[in-house]
């Protein structure tokens, strides 16, 4: 349990000496400083992380490129169609291998010799012994296994490159292939989308069109059966001096206060012409007007009738008195 608490005060006493603010003693610029130090720390070591591993990439490929020609070659896949050479552990084992004796020549000294050729001094000039021979090369001159070998693994790393080298034009080419693609999926994505806008826009304006045409010719008609209604109004009104508003309403498909504005936007109500006429509009809905001959009809059934009840007229007897009259009139 010492233990412990040792270790977990060990890391404390660490902790409080790496981080800021932590003891008392410490004077607050020395914490300030410490803190700036260790903000600027945080912040700089991912990019020096990052440089030190592209260092450390790029010496990788440096010395990729600049090996040496006797060195080991790289793992090659087995599909580029190279031959592998026999490596020069089993050259040195096939070299220190003993060769075949040799079968023991006869005995040519008891056969007769051939003639020999007589000696002319004109060969005698020193010169090339073969002018026929070959000149050596670089591509016919022998060389050792070694050489060969080390010849073998170049050419291995140079089809090995030349395989990577295949393999990202490969890539590029698809990529641009895909790019083409897509450029021309987006284009006609573009395309599809502005006719899409264009046919909206064009709907829009043609229903714009039609509303404002509708609006026109509802106009119209409203103009026409507003004058058509005061036309009515104002003939009936001359020839019977009562109009049934209601029925006008149920015919022109309206309500009532449509008709009272229209009758009051004629002049057709409240009109009073020398002070013997006047027009108004009764509770159930009838357009009536009043004259001399009516109100004279009117007073004399209502003197009549208060001759009858005792001299006594009560005001909606005598409104039924003068209802009676206008019908009268109006169907007379």
């Known amino acids: ?62 010395e990729l490129h600049n090996i040496d020609v006797d060195g080991d070659p790289p793992d090659i896949p087995h599909d580029v169609g190279i031959v592998e050479e026999p490596s020069d552990t089993e050259e040195a084992f096939e070299e220190e291998e003993a060769p075949p004796q040799a079968p023991t020549p006869p005995n040519l000294q008891d056969q007769p010799q051939p003639p020999q050729p007589a000696q002319n001094d004109e060969f005698d000039v020193p010169g090339p012994a073969n002018l026929n021979a070959p000149r050596a090369t670089p591509q016919n001159r022998q060389i050792g296994k070694k050489k060969a070998a080390s010849l073998a693994r170049r050419d291995q790393r140079r089809a090995y490159h030349e395989f990577l080298q295949n393999q990202r034009e490969q890539r ?9 693609e897509r450029e021309a999926a987006l284009s006609s994505e573009k395309a599809r989308r502005k006719a899409i806008e264009q046919d909206i826009v064009e709907r829009a304006r043609e229903e714009r069109e039609r509303k404002k045409e509708a609006e026109r010719k509802e106009a119209e008609e409203e103009g026409r059966r507003r004058d058509r209604v005061v036309d009515t109004v104002r003939k009936e009104l001359k020839v019977k001096g009562v109009v049934d508003l209601g029925d006008l309403t149920w ?36 357009l009536v007007k009043l004259d001399k001959e009516v109100t004279q009809e009117a007073y004399a059934q209502a003197v009549a009738f208060g001759e009858r009840n005792n001299g006594e007229v009560a005001l909606n007897q005598f409104a039924e008195i003068l209802q009676k009259v206008v019908l009268q009139r109006a169907k007379g």
């Open 172 to 180: 590029r080419l698809e990529e641009e292939a895909v790019a083409a």
């Open 1 to 62: 349990m010492d233990a412990i608490l040792s270790i977990i005060r060990s890391a404390t006493r660490l902790l409080n000496l790496l981080l800021p603010f932590t003891n008392r003693s410490t004077p607050l610029l020395q914490d300030i400083i410490h803190t700036i130090a260790l903000c600027g720390a945080l912040y700089f070591a991912p990019g020096i992380t990052d440089r030190y591993h592209s260092r450390q990439h790029q010496t990788g490929d440096r």
């Open 251 to 286: 015919k022109e498909l309206k309500d009532m206060a449509w008709i009272e504005s229209l009758v009051r936007a004629a002049g057709l109500l409240n009109k009073k012409e020398g002070g013997d006429r006047y027009t108004m509009i009764t509770g159930e809905g009838w």
